[in-house]
């Protein structure tokens, strides 16, 4: 059993930056997937980065690239996303998520424990 916990969320001006991080608690040995996730009122849940092959490969959603940054502890015990030159559209609900399914960590169905969330709100 696994229990995240996020945090680091917050109001800015576009163009700002900010980092959200994510304490792990439980066992994590079995985990292979660890990313973010996040979404806006109304919206469907859309992956947003993810850390996985112990911590040595990273993908991100065309819609982020370039512009945020996710990592882990060696231990597996904080993820981070630093968030930089942020815009209005990336107002939402971050939340991080670990799965143990070997598959393709951009698949949400390889997430099995899932966060609380932070709200993230980048105004004009």
């Known amino acids: 059993q696994v229990q995240l916990v996020e945090s680091g969320g917050g109001s800015v001006q576009a163009g700002g930056s900010l980092r959200l991080s994510c304490a792990a608690s439980g066992y994590t040995g079995s985990t292979y997937c660890m990313g973010w996730f996040r979404q806006a009122p109304g919206k469907e849940r859309d992956w947003v980065a993810a850390v996985y092959a112990g911590g040595r490969l990273t993908n991100y959603a065309d819609s982020v690239q370039g512009r945020f940054t996710a990592s882990q502890e060696n231990a597996k015990t904080t993820l981070y996303l630093h968030m930089n030159s942020l815009k209005p559209e990336d107002t939402a609900m971050y939340y991080c998520?670990?799965?143990?399914?070997?598959?393709?960590?951009?698949?949400?169905?390889?997430?099995?424990?899932w966060g609380q969330g932070t709200q993230v709100t980048v105004s004009s």
């Open positions: 998520a670990t799965g143990t399914v070997v598959a393709s960590c951009r698949l949400q169905s390889s997430y099995k424990y």
